[in-house]
């Protein structure tokens, strides 16, 4: 008679690891719905500039004339005032070095500060866009009830308006930081044998449902933990001031606020041509390898004209700016992208990189599938914690 085996002991888990454990797992429950909510709206909005473009090519893209000439800024602006009712005051405009799209001209008014839900904290938010060859309004469109702009809104707070919504999403994501690490801790093999490699690294597709549901909350959590970290750490820059704060210290090494443009507009000195147009015609020669302008109207007497150099055709962080007296167009200050400290610099890019732009297309397609991976990984790790709960049940369950 062979001797038998000895039985093998489980490594015992140090006591930082069990804790470690349990919390991965009731903070995962209870974050779980809004990690699911956050990843759906985040996959929506990935595409939203070429879905729009996509359903809206006729409203967005206009034919190019031989001699290419646009119609003065300060007309298109009236014809867009005129698309609204008049009532309404164009408060920011962006043309584009593209030749066939069309010219945005957009309106904004607040409601209630102290209304509970996003519709009623806003009066109105209407986008006009022109042809500016022909001066012909392409499409109207109401932004406070866009498609995206409302997954935009419950990505941020649930519609809520009121600081709770983004308390919220804020602290979900905090604890879905500590999630993604935790979770790292959790998968990381013991050796790099093939067994454990394998196991680790790749989806067991003809097992079971069991193990399929538990590798694809391992593995593909391991795959998009790096990005899913980006999305994370970028959502907390918005949802939290002291993140924001503790960021752009890090970044710029200094305590300092970024220094404001200062300049205001002499009511004592006129022309007669439109400043506006001139403030425009000047910034056009100024930002000749932006890919889109954007102009503010002067709003007050002292105030000035903002002009914004966009350099990337769909991203924010990378811009100039230009202020020009309102009354003549004259050149008044120039704050270039170079002049920003790495705090600023870092800041501005927020936006680009939580929606994935930063790296164009591939960054975008990088996003939507960490957040579509996001999204899963509470239901998949809610079907991993019940299957061990029914199992210990039965296990518990006395012999007849």
Request: hydrophobic share 45%; net charge positive; with cysteine.
């Amino acid at each position: 008679m062979s001797p038998a085996k000895p039985l093998q002991k489980k490594t015992k888990k140090s006591r930082i690891r069990r804790i470690s454990d349990w919390l991965h797992l009731w903070l995962g429950i209870i974050s779980g719905l809004v990690v699911f909510h956050l990843g759906i709206t985040g996959c929506i909005f990935a595409f939203q500039k070429e879905i729009t473009e996509l359903i809206h090519r006729k409203e967005l893209f206009v034919e190019v004339p031989a001699n290419k000439k646009t119609i003065p800024l300060s007309t298109l602006k009236v014809i867009a005032e005129k698309a609204l009712g008049e009532k309404k005051k164009i408060t920011f405009m962006s043309s584009y070095t593209q030749p066939d799209r069309a010219w945005e001209f957009g309106t904004y008014k607040p409601g209630n500060p102290k209304a509970f839900w996003y519709f009623d904290a806003i009066d109105y938010y209407d986008i006009v866009w022109i042809n500016p060859y022909t001066g012909k309004v392409t499409w109207v469109s109401d932004y406070k009830y866009e498609f995206f702009s409302i997954i935009k809104m419950l990505h941020w707070s649930f519609l809520i308006n009121h600081p709770i919504g983004q308390q919220i999403i804020g602290w979900s994501t905090l604890i879905f930081v500590f999630l993604l690490i935790s979770g790292i801790v959790m998968w990381w093999p013991k050796n790099l044998k093939k067994s454990n490699f394998d196991k680790s690294f790749k989806i067991k597709w003809k097992a079971k449902f069991k193990r399929i549901n538990y590798d694809m909350h391992n593995v593909l959590g391991f795959y998009v933990m790096i990005i899913c970290l980006m999305l994370a750490l970028t959502g907390l820059v918005w949802a939290f001031k002291w993140f924001q704060a503790t960021v752009y210290v890090v970044a710029s090494g200094s305590t300092s606020p970024p220094k404001a443009i200062i300049a205001k507009s002499d009511s004592t000195q006129t022309i007669k041509a439109i400043p506006f147009d001139v403030a425009f015609e000047t910034a056009q020669k100024v930002f000749k390898n932006a890919e889109r302008i954007g102009m503010s109207p002067a709003e007050g007497g002292s105030a000035s004209i903002y002009a914004t150099g966009y350099k990337g055709e769909e991203t924010y962080w990378n811009f100039d700016v230009l202020v020009f007296d309102q009354y003549t167009g004259k050149l008044l200050a120039r704050k270039n992208q170079s002049d920003k400290n790495a705090g600023e610099a870092v800041i501005g890019m927020n936006y680009d990189i939580h929606v994935g732009a930063i790296l164009g297309l591939p960054g975008k397609i990088m996003a939507f599938f960490a957040s579509l991976i996001a999204a899963s990984l509470p239901i998949t790790g809610f079907i991993i914690w019940w299957g061990k709960k029914k199992k210990k049940k039965n296990n518990a369950a006395p012999e007849n």
